[in-house]
């Protein structure tokens, strides 16, 4: 699992890459209650907001960690938002990308160097 200093996570199987938010980033948002994920198809660029995620507290773009094109959306979150506080690195991913440029992955944090990022915060 790989991490950006915006709290997203990225989980390389092959060439797709299921990306979700951080367990920190769910904390921050509070209670989840609303989810906008991106469709299969849409083309993505690393850096650029993908999906839209809203709690009690605040809405937040969600981050494109890699550029690629989606493959899946979590559809389930449309009905069950809490998932992402419940299991933001499991079952509460935001979508599934075919990653254009595995480096993008590889330039990512990796677990050690997120929770020292994260003791900076």
Do not use: C
Not at 10 to 36: P, S
């Amino acid at each position: 699992m790989r991490f950006t200093k915006d709290h997203e996570w990225v989980e390389l199987d092959g060439d797709v890459a299921t990306i979700g938010i951080t367990a920190y980033a769910a904390e921050q948002l509070g209670d989840v209650v609303f989810v906008e994920v991106p469709e299969a198809g849409k083309t993505v660029k690393a850096g650029d907001g993908f999906a839209v995620v809203e709690s009690v507290k605040a809405a937040s773009d969600v981050y494109a960690p890699v550029s690629g094109e989606v493959v899946e959306g979590n559809a389930a979150l449309s009905d069950a938002p809490e998932t992402v506080n419940a299991a933001p690195e499991g079952t509460g991913w935001f979508a599934k990308v075919k990653v254009a440029d595995k480096a993008e992955v590889e330039a990512l944090m990796d677990r050690a160097q997120y929770e020292a990022y994260l003791a900076t915060l």
